[in-house]
């Protein structure tokens, strides 16, 4: 069985620049969910998918978009980059959406914003 | 507002006694927790969870204790091994797509 898998592991972009992550859901998982860690902080929710379609998001705004495919991978896509941006992107799936169906975490894609 | 707290930036425990960290939270919706675990350059690894409908989960050395009425979590590691020295994540999620994490507590186990 499959783990989840971010790439890239790092990279260094420039504020104003666009970033585009990607994921792959562990096997059998069809809902794929990223949150955003920064130094210090515990992660916090940007959006999930399930199916295709937007299932929920939290306080970011639009220029953090995203993707899912047919197989069930994702991109997260962000746009105008700011310095604030620079933090650990997370990925996590799980079997079905919502709340009670435990999430497994990727090893993440830390982002550095100059 | 932080709505899933974890009071306790770090902890240290000797080799083989037990850990205690501890999680509060102050939405009365949350209706499952996790616990996860986290070493530098990883991400997150699911540990254990719990319903509320329960009030203690168990899983090997790992135990978990809900007491709604105080909003309060806390995790049981006994005995404590050098290789569970992490950073230790609580999250609360209340029925919805999402969930809520806690600051993490750095425990350090010492030989």
């Known amino acids: 069985e499959t783990g989840v898998t971010q790439s890239p592991t790092h990279l260094i972009k420039t504020r104003g620049q666009q970033v585009t992550l990607r994921c792959s859901s562990q096997s059998g998982h069809n809902t794929v969910s990223w949150y955003q860690q920064a130094l210090g902080q515990g992660p916090q929710f940007i959006f999930q998918y399930y199916r295709e379609e937007e299932n929920g998001r939290g306080n970011f705004p639009p220029r953090f978009s995203g993707l899912q495919f047919p197989n069930y991978s994702s991109e997260l896509n962000v746009n105008a980059l700011e310095l604030d941006d620079s933090a650990l992107y997370l990925c996590?799936?799980?079997?079905?959406?919502?709340?009670?169906?435990?999430?497994?975490f990727g090893p993440g894609t830390r982002l550095t914003v100059l | 507002d932080q709505q899933v707290k974890q009071n306790s930036p770090s902890l240290s425990v000797q080799e083989g006694r037990i850990s205690i960290l501890n999680c509060d939270y102050t939405?009365?919706?949350?209706?499952?927790f996790l616990w996860y675990k986290k070493y530098p350059a990883e991400g997150p690894t699911f540990l254990i969870s719990?319903?509320?409908?329960?009030d203690k989960n168990e899983d090997g050395r790992f135990t978990v204790f809900l007491n709604k009425s105080a909003k309060h979590l806390s995790l049981h590691i006994v005995p404590s091994q050098p290789g569970d020295s992490a950073v230790y994540f609580c999250?609360?999620?209340?029925?919805?797509?999402?969930?809520?994490f806690g600051t993490g507590t750095r425990l350090k186990v010492l030989a």
């Open positions: 996590a799936s799980s079997f079905r959406p919502g709340g009670t169906d435990t999430q497994y």
């Open positions: 939405n009365s919706m949350f209706d499952y």
């Open positions: 719990i319903s509320s409908i329960k």
């Open positions: 999250a609360a999620s209340g029925g919805t797509y999402k969930y809520i």
